[in-house]
Each structure stands twice: as C-alpha cells, then as structure tokens.
C-alpha cells in the first residue's frame, strides 16, 4: 500500500540548469498539490492540479516553474534555469477528491533541492 | 494579516506535562482545519482534523475549535520527548473554489526530560 511516492529524494543542479520534480499520488488518489517550504519556513502552496487539469496555480511563481499531471504517469514540478533561491524542499500531496468535500491530503516525503 | 498564524515558538515543556499550541485564522467562513507534526528533515503528517466547533479527542491529541473567535488548538497530554516536532497548523479558506490548503509557519515544540 504505497503512499505517495516523489523522486528524486535529493537533486543538487548547477544555476541556470533544469530541475524535474516527480510525484505519484497514492493509489485511488486523483488530485495532487505541490508545496514548498524554504528553510525555517512554513509550507507555501504552489499549485493543485487534477489530471489533465491545473485547476488552482495561484501559487506558482510566473515565470520558470511549471506544472503537469498527465493522463498516464506522475506529476512532474518543473522549474527552468534554476536559481539559488530555488533550493527547497518541495512536497507533494495527494487526497481521493477535491479538499472541498473534506478530504485530507497526504504528504510524499519530499524532494530536497540544492542549487550551487 | 497572515491568512494562518502561530506562534513560532520554541515552546518547552517538561516530560509529562501538558503542551498546547495556538493558531488563528484570517477568512472566518474557512470549514476545515488541520494539525498536521513535522519533524526536521521529514515530511508533515496528519495528527487531528476538524470541521466543528468543540473539541475532539484522539488518544493524547485533542483539537480545539472555535469559529466565532476564529481560533484553533492543539493539547498534547502526557508529553513525551517523541512529541518534540514542528506543529503545523493547516485551514482551506472559503475564497478558495479549488480548496487548497494553507499551512501556517509552525511552532516549535520541545519537551524536556
């Protein structure tokens, strides 16, 4: 019975290269959000998509990050030409239905980012 | 004004003591709200949900839920050193039609032996 799975665990990248996050949501599970948290910080929403659908991206910076949850496949996070401000940790969650109708959501165990 | 707010702490409290940790809110018409312990390095997992005003207990856990003063908490009876952890609190706000969740900062707690 597999949680929801991100991979890579720890990605280090060099400024101004691409960084691909990953996320399988829990089985059963159809919606996925994307949290990041900076150092000593709290957990900031990015985005929450369906598949095939970004149905909230109010927290995804304009420009260089983008989002996808295809019909087949994980979630991917992507961030392009990377920054040193970029280096966080970056959580997945998955729920079975929109949060709207009570559902909980749970957490993957994180893809740390390092930009050197 | 945060839309979630707690006190960053660090709050101690001794082995076996009760520790209770704080959070407002800012949308008044939020439904539902979450605690949710991280420890350092891991990732946040859930330890109490509720959507009603009142209490709600959950072996040494009990959520505390007010909406007329936009007020939630969290007691932890029986302290143990395992307790000690980042505690989030977490509300999806009204405004929002795709329910996402907001997280407040955290708060710090630590129990001392």
């Known amino acids: 019975n597999a949680g929801v799975m991100q991979n890579p665990r720890h990605l280090v990248r060099r400024r101004g290269q691409e960084a691909r996050l990953r996320c399988s949501p829990m089985?059963?599970?159809?919606?996925v959000y994307w949290y990041r948290q900076l150092p000593e910080e709290g957990l900031k929403f990015m985005v929450y998509?369906?598949?095939?659908?970004?149905?909230?991206e109010s927290g995804m910076p304009k420009e260089r990050f983008s989002a996808e949850f295809p019909k087949e496949g994980p979630s991917i996070l992507r961030i392009q030409q990377v920054v040193r401000g970029d280096s966080a940790a970056y959580f997945c969650?998955?729920?079975?239905?929109?949060?709207?109708?009570?559902?909980?959501?749970?957490f993957g165990e994180g893809s740390w980012l390092t930009v050197v | 004004q945060k839309e979630v707010e707690q006190n960053s702490g660090p709050l101690s409290v001794p082995e076996g003591a009760i520790a209770s940790l704080n959070c407002t809110y800012s949308?008044?018409?939020?439904?539902?709200f979450f605690w949710y312990r991280q420890y350092s390095g891991k990732s946040p997992e859930l330890i109490m949900s509720?959507?009603?005003?009142g209490d709600k207990e959950d072996g040494r856990f009990t959520a505390q839920l007010n909406k007329a003063s936009q007020y939630v908490s969290l007691l932890i009876r029986d302290s143990q050193p395992s307790d000690s952890a980042t505690y989030l609190c977490?509300?999806?706000?009204?405004?929002?039609?795709?329910?996402?969740?907001?997280f407040g900062s955290g708060t710090r707690l630590s129990i001392r032996p």
């Open positions: 969650a998955s729920s079975p239905r929109s949060r709207s109708s009570g559902n909980t959501i749970y």
């Open positions: 089985k059963g599970h159809s919606h």
């Open positions: 998509l369906q598949k095939e659908n970004i149905i909230d």
């Open positions: 949308d008044r018409g939020s439904q539902s």
């Open positions: 509720i959507y009603s005003n």
């Open positions: 977490a509300v999806t706000p009204t405004y929002s039609s795709a329910s996402k969740i907001i």
